[in-house]
């Protein structure tokens, strides 16, 4: 059974960091992989993606010299480095590796 698990959500401060992580497990995920927003009453959104051997990366533009996106194939593991988080960064983060999607883990940042 595939299963992706995000971790790492929270409380912050504006001008704080948090790193979320997905961890997946039931197969080897050997393509891109994503990270995907959803604030209250929004759509979901693309935060950023990574290739397989993490050499090719893509941001929003709302992401790009804040957050860092990587990922640890011996691991099954992705994370999101986000850095000068802003209110406007608050919401459910999910990862999506492969058409698969985890449940979300919830980041705020309070002003």
């Known amino acids: 059974q595939v299963q992706l698990v995000e971790s790492g959500g929270g409380l912050v401060q504006a001008g704080g960091s948090l790193r979320v992580s997905c961890v997946g497990s039931?197969?080897?995920?050997?393509?891109?992989a994503g990270w995907f927003r959803q604030a209250p009453g929004k759509e979901r959104e693309f935060v950023a993606a990574?290739?397989?051997?993490?050499?090719?990366?893509w941001y929003a533009d709302s992401a790009k010299g804040r957050f860092t996106i990587s990922r640890d194939n011996a691991k099954n593991t992705m994370y999101l480095q986000m850095n000068s988080l802003k209110p406007e960064d608050t919401g459910v983060y999910y990862c999506?590796?492969?058409?698969?999607w985890g449940q979300g883990t919830q980041v705020t940042v309070s002003s």
């Open positions: 039931g197969r080897t995920f050997r393509l891109y």
């Open positions: 999506n590796r492969e058409g698969y």
């Open positions: 990574i290739n397989w051997s993490g050499d090719g990366t």
